[in-house]
Structures are given as C-alpha cells and as structure tokens.
C-alpha cells in the first residue's frame, strides 16, 4: 500500500484567468457583442504592420515602399493611439461601473491585432506579386527570376515571419498594457488586471500551435499526433489523474486511483478537472512537487547558516517527499514510453537543424527513439540529398541515440523536472489560447456601417475610440422626445395644382419641406418619418451630453416654427387661389431609447413616443367642426364626453381632442420639460382672450445654436362633455398641455414677468 500525499503540505497555487462578458449586452445578431474600434486607429496599426512584415521578411529594394521609415516615430505612433483605445475601454467601464467592458475593449483589440498580421501578411505577398508583374514589362528576366526566388522564400518562412512580427507587436502591446494597468488598478483595483502572458503568448500568433520549429523555439517539442514520441493528450491525463490520485484522502480511493493509473494512459480518458488543471498550469507548482534538487540546494545553505533544527527538518521532508514524487512520474512516463523521447527533446537541439528541412522536427525526433521508423526517414533524406545539393551524415544522429540510450537515471530526473516546467508554459498558453480565441469568436469586431448603425441605435453597440473621436452622437441614446405633425389638406392642394396643371411636389418641397429641414440642424432634431400628410421628428439625448439635454423643449420650439412656416405657406397658397393646410402637432417624450430595425436601407424607429405624439396630433371630425364655427383663444382643447354603456362602444378612446393649428404636449413631456428648464407658473386673466383665470408655465430653452427661445405652455382641466349638444357639464381633475401660439398671450406674459 502506498503512503498518501497529501498536496496541502506543498501549498500549490492554482492558476485561473476568465474573461466574462456574462453582462453585456449582445449585438444585432444576438450571438455576438458587437465592437467599433476607431477606423484611425486601424488605418495606423494595417501600416504598421504592413511595414512589421516587410522588415521581417527581409525583402529587397523593389518591395520596399517606405526605404526611409522612421521606426521610432511609426512605434511611438502606434502605442499612443493604442494607449488612448485601452483608456476609452477603462473610462467606459468606469461610466457603466462594469469592469466587463474592459476586458471586452482587451480581446476585442487582441482580436483585431492578431487578424490583422494575418491579413497584412496577404497584402504584402500581393504586394511582391504585383511589383513582380510589373518588374515583367521591363523584360529583365534575370532580375525578375530572383524577385520569384524571393518571393517564394518569404511564403516559404511565413510562419516565421508572422510569429517575429507578432512578438515585437505584442511586446510594444504589452508595454501600453502596463501604463493603463496604473489606470485600471486605481478604478477597480488588483484583480482587474489581466495576466501579462494572456496578451505575450507565442501561440496567439500561430495558424498551428503543433510546429515543431516552433514548439523547439518557445517550448519543448512534443505533438498531438498519436504517433508522436512525446504526446501531448497522454501527458495531462496523465498529469491529471496523478495529482488527482493524491489529492484524494481515503485510502479505498487511493487504491483506486492508483490501479486506474497502471492501466495504458494512451486509452485513459479522465474529465476536465478544475483544479488540477489550474495546478498544473500555475509553473512554481512544479518546483514545489519535484525539484528536490533545488530543495537539497537550500538544506545545504541553511545548514552552513545554522539555521534552526525545525526548519532543517522541514526541508528535509520536503526532499523525500519530492523525490517521492519525481520517481513516481518517472515510472508513470517511463511505462508510457516516453522517457527517452523526452530526453531525446532537449539532446537534439544542437544538431535538428542540419536534418530539418528536409525533415521535420518531429521526424528527427522519431529517428532518434522509434527505431521503426528509421527506414522512412533514411529513404527520405536519401530523395532529398539531390535537391538540396549535400549529404546528411548519419553520424550526429548515431552518437544522439547512444547518448540517450546511456542517460543515467539521475540525469533523466533532471531533464523530466525541465520538461514539465516546459510543459507547465505550453498547457497555461495552451488554454490562455483557447480562452481568447473562444472569447474572440464571441465579438463582432464590425466596419459595416449598417450594423454600426443598427446596433448603435439600439444600445448594444460597445465603442473604442480615439479622443478626438468622441463625438456625442455616438454615445448611446439614454431618451428621446418626438414630434408629430398631422397634415391635412395636402390632398386637395395636390389635386388642384395638377389640374391648374401646376408641379405640386416642387411647390411642397420648395415651399414646405426644405424650410421645415433647414430647421432641424438647430433643434438637433432628425427625420423618421415625412410624407405629404405626416412628418414625424425625433430629438435625441445621449449619455454623458448634458448639454444637449433639452430634447422637449427643443421639440415644443421647432413645433412652433413648423406652424410659422404653415402659416406662410396658407398666406402664399391664398394668393395663388389654393386651399389651406391644416396642421395639428403632438410632442410625445419617452424616458427610455427608442428601438431601431432596417428594412432594406430604411431605418425604422418604434417608441411609445410616436404613439403619444400621433394621439396629440390628431383631431376629432365632430369637434373639428362644431367648434371651427367660434373664435377660440387657443388652438387645443380636449374634452371628456359623459357615457352611458350603449354610447360608449363609439368612442375608442375616453376623450376628444380639438387640435387644428396647435401642439399638444404630452404628461411625461411636461414633467421632462420642467426638469429641462426652469418654468415660472402664473395664474392669471388676460381681457383680450376673456374671464377666465388661466394657468401658464414659461421658460426658456438654448437651442443648439446657443441662441434662447421662450416657451409658454398653458395647463388647463379638461372639462366634461355632453354627447348631446357638445355643451360643458362640467369639470375633471384630469389635465392637458398646450404650446400656446397666441401672440396676445405672449406680449402679456412679457409684460407680466419683468
């Protein structure tokens, strides 16, 4: 029976990084997040990777557009503006008091890095192509053969060229990382930081991580192949179960573990495990489980310093535990038949090179320790050998084999122990890899200008821009006021133009449309819907603007200018002999953003607004022409018929409205109003209109030019209504607003007010 370990007394740390996006918002398509990053500051990062790939490559003259580059100028460029997207990302977390955001502006731009090598790595090899066809008009074929010669080399190293670029790339990365890390601690603290290695990977930039070239380079050679001397998939389920076997406490499950381990591990499959996997992908935990030698180091330093019994003999256990350890991995490994690959791994790398090309990496290394396979590859370099112009000698590979064949036990623990750290960096950047990769697949990093519009007119569209990019109009709409004006008449204009054979659309464009368009720009207003008998506007707020937040007191002031523009229209129509417009206008508020679709090209806008605002734009027929027959102070009036059961199935809605030259405000705009503006309330009598004591409320609001325009806005009770004679019975507690016109009511309330 074996003893238990029990991994507590080794303190292992385990390795864990997320990247959740669990509470953003997802785009237009409802899978992804949809990301914008500053089309600058990606015009900027496409040269200087273009010109990354060139140096890279090492190309001649003829490819070669910018010769005089200044490198300094061209990295500092790319790290400011890189700089200022990472700050947007942290300000917008900071603004939403979601740290989320942050970590989506990091991937998302990651994202955008590693695509883009790829992308400029196509570019240039266009690039050679096309200087290479017009090389050919010249008819100097000497000259274009070599640039043909060249061009296939630069394919040849491709992966090369990209991972050297990628590594200077995301070197100057991580360096802006480490400045905005400053700004990211102070707002959210320590655990905001992401990992450095999550961004200085090796495998980020690599189309296949299995490359032995590149595997030798960064880590160890090993593959995925079951072929492969050195597996990787046999290795953590491996490394898994073992550490999962000691980390049990009771010995029924040691035995267990224990007889489920001496079974081939090639056909051991064993769950995904948390926490052994955050083990093994934390390094230290490799020197603290095995490294005795290191261990013995240290006994040896405190004996000499006479440190205290207790800790000599803390350390003392540690060494038997650990070489414990290291000689069970050793028998595990050693019984999957991988030792001497492993071994085999770090005592080729002095001579791989002169066999690889022809041979891969993982060929040699198969030479080297799987015996069947020395025949293929003999014949393989037998083929090669006139192509490549030279011999391989066998004799390098020969004294490799005996050399691993006599590693004593002693040595094989040590190169074990530096393999695993090996494989320790290989399994975190492994997953590191696959976390970005995931999360990256979860971004809509988008340049389509539909989409942007589409998903930033309804509020799901993620934003990393450049300082002087920050425009309001792009923030995300927090509520908005709408305008409604019912047209009427236009019909019967239309039909008496065309038979006094006059052009009715250049008479409404000319005389009506383009001054009510003229008019937008200083309300801030935009047009959602405009027809010969409707035009319906819609006066935006967007987040952190203050200063534009005026939106329905904007929308009661181009109301009024829109029935100063009919008025001059009917006065013009008059003298032609035409009949009049009639207009009735509605200003609707809604506390939330509207909701945006496209069909085809035309953007649609859906609100609770429109509804309110078509409501208060309308007019009852019967109203209309009952009181149209009396001179009336005011253009709005709403009235509430008294119902019995049998009347009420006519009416749809439980009031009337006169509105014939008026605008109507909506509750929620009045109440949105006063928080706009400061309003005066007056309660006064105004002989010229009659007796009545009238309610007004008066302020004035900055247009978006700066210049201020009085608002009065009068609140009246709607009183009850009899259905028979249309005669006041009464009066409910219920209110109405109007933007009142009537000059006679503005020259009293000036007067009133000084």
Same mark, same amino acid.
């Given at each position: 029976m074996r003893t238990h370990i029990d991994l507590n007394k080794f303190q292992l740390k385990a390795y864990s990084v997320e990247l959740p996006f669990t509470r953003l918002k997802l785009g237009v398509d409802n899978v992804r997040y949809d990301v914008y990053i500053s089309s600058e500051f990606r015009k900027v990062t496409e040269r200087f990777i273009f010109e990354l790939i060139i140096k890279y490559a090492e190309? =001649?003259?003829?490819?070669?557009?910018?010769?005089?580059?200044?490198?300094?100028?061209?990295? =500092?460029?790319?790290?400011?503006?890189?700089?200022?997207?990472?700050?947007?990302?942290?300000?917008?977390?900071?603004?939403? =008091?979601?740290?989320?955001?942050?970590?989506?502006?990091?991937?998302?731009?990651?994202k955008m890095l590693t695509e883009e090598i790829q992308n400029q790595y196509e570019e240039a090899i266009q690039h050679c192509k096309n200087v290479i066809r017009k090389q050919e008009f010249s008819h100097q074929m000497e000259e274009t053969l070599k640039l043909r010669e060249e061009v296939a080399s630069i394919i040849q190293r491709k992966n090369q060229i990209v991972r050297n670029v990628g590594a200077e790339l995301f070197e100057y990365f991580i360096e802006v990382q480490n400045d905005v890390n400053k700004l990211r601690t102070s707002n959210f603290g320590d655990n905001a930081q992401l990992p450095e290695e999550l961004f200085s990977n090796p495998i980020l930039q690599m189309a296949t991580h299995s490359d032995g070239f590149f595997m030798i380079e960064n880590y160890v050679l090993m593959g995925h192949r079951l072929e492969d001397p050195v597996n990787y998939n046999t290795l953590i389920n491996l490394l898994t179960a073992f550490l999962n076997r000691m980390d049990r406490q009771s010995e029924k499950h040691e035995k267990t573990a224990e007889d489920t381990h001496y079974k081939s591990l090639k056909s051991y499959t064993t769950s995904y495990d948390t926490l052994a996997d955050g083990w093994i992908k934390h390094i230290d935990n490799i020197d603290k489980l095995f490294n005795y030698f290191h261990s013995q180091t240290v006994l040896k330093e405190l004996r000499q310093n006479n440190a205290a019994p207790q800790k000599i003999q803390s350390v003392k256990e540690t060494i038997k535990l650990q070489k414990k350890l290291l000689n069970q991995i050793l028998k595990l490994i050693s019984k999957e038949k991988m030792i001497n690959g492993i071994v085999a791994a770090y005592q080729m790398r002095p001579m791989f090179e002169r066999y690889c090309p022809p041979l891969s990496p993982q060929e040699c290394l198969q030479y080297l320790v799987v015996p069947k396979a020395r025949k293929n590859t003999l014949r393989k370099l037998k083929r090669f050998k006139k192509y490549f112009g030279k =011999?391989?000698?066998?004799?390098?590979?020969k004294r490799t084999i005996r050399s691993i064949r006599a590693t004593s036990r002693q040595d094989q623990k040590k190169y074990l122990l530096r393999f695993l750290k090996d494989f320790s960096y290989y399994h975190r950047d492994l997953r590191n890899n696959l976390l970005i990769r995931e999360t990256s697949d979860s971004i809509n990093i988008t340049t389509d200008e539909k989409i942007i519009n589409l998903s930033r007119s309804n509020h799901c569209l993620y934003e990393f821009i450049l300082s002087y990019e920050d425009v309001f109009d792009k923030k995300p709409i927090i509520n908005h006021a709408v305008l409604k004006a019912d047209v009427r008449g236009s019909s019967a204009i239309i039909e008496q133009m065309k038979s006094k054979k006059l052009n009715p659309a250049s008479n409404f464009s000319f005389n009506f449309f383009e001054p009510i368009s003229k008019l937008l720009s200083l309300y801030g207003a935009v047009k959602i819907f405009i027809e010969g008998d409707a035009i319906i506007l819609s006066i935006f707020e967007h987040q952190d603007a203050p200063g534009r937040w005026y939106s329905v007191s904007r929308a009661c002031g181009l109301a009024i200018n829109i029935l100063m523009i009919v008025r001059k229209y009917n006065k013009r129509n008059r003298k032609?002999?035409?009949?009049?417009?009639?207009?009735?206008?509605?200003?609707?508020?809604?506390?939330?953003?509207?909701?945006?679709?496209?069909?085809?090209?035309?953007?649609?806008?859906?609100?609770?607004?429109?509804?309110d605002a078509d409501r208060l734009s309308r007019c009852d027929k019967t109203l209309r022409?009952?009181?149209?027959?009396?001179?009336?102070?005011?253009?709005?009036?709403?009235?509430?018929?008294?119902l019995n059961p049998e009347t009420s199935i006519l009416f749809n809605s439980k009031t009337l409205r006169y509105n014939v030259k008026g605008v109507q405000l909506s509750h929620k705009g009045f109440k949105k109003l006063s928080k706009e503006i400061h309003l005066k309330r007056l309660e006064c009598q105004i002989p010229e209109i009659g007796q009545e004591p009238l309610t007004f409320y008066t302020g004035k609001f900055p247009t978006a030019a700066g210049n201020f325009q009085r608002l009065i806005i009068r609140e009246a009770n709607i009183p009850e209504m009899s259905i028979k004679d249309l005669g006041i019975i009464g009066q409910t507690e219920n209110k109405y607003y109007e933007v009142c016109t009537n000059q006679k009511v503005y020259e009293h309330i000036k007067k009133t007010i000084k």
């Open positions: 190309a =001649s003259e003829p490819f070669i557009i910018n010769p005089e580059i200044n490198w300094f100028k061209e990295t =500092s460029e790319f790290q400011r503006l890189c700089s200022e997207i990472l700050t947007d990302g942290v300000n917008n977390a900071k603004s939403d =008091s979601e740290i989320q955001i942050d970590f989506l502006a990091q991937t998302a731009l990651v =011999s391989f000698p066998l004799s390098p590979l032609k002999g035409l009949p009049r417009l009639e207009l009735g206008v509605g200003v609707g508020f809604s506390n939330a953003p509207p909701t945006f679709f496209y069909d085809e090209e035309k953007q649609i806008m859906i609100s609770p607004a429109i509804t022409q009952h009181l149209s027959k009396e001179r009336l102070p005011f253009n709005v009036y709403e009235l509430q018929p008294v």
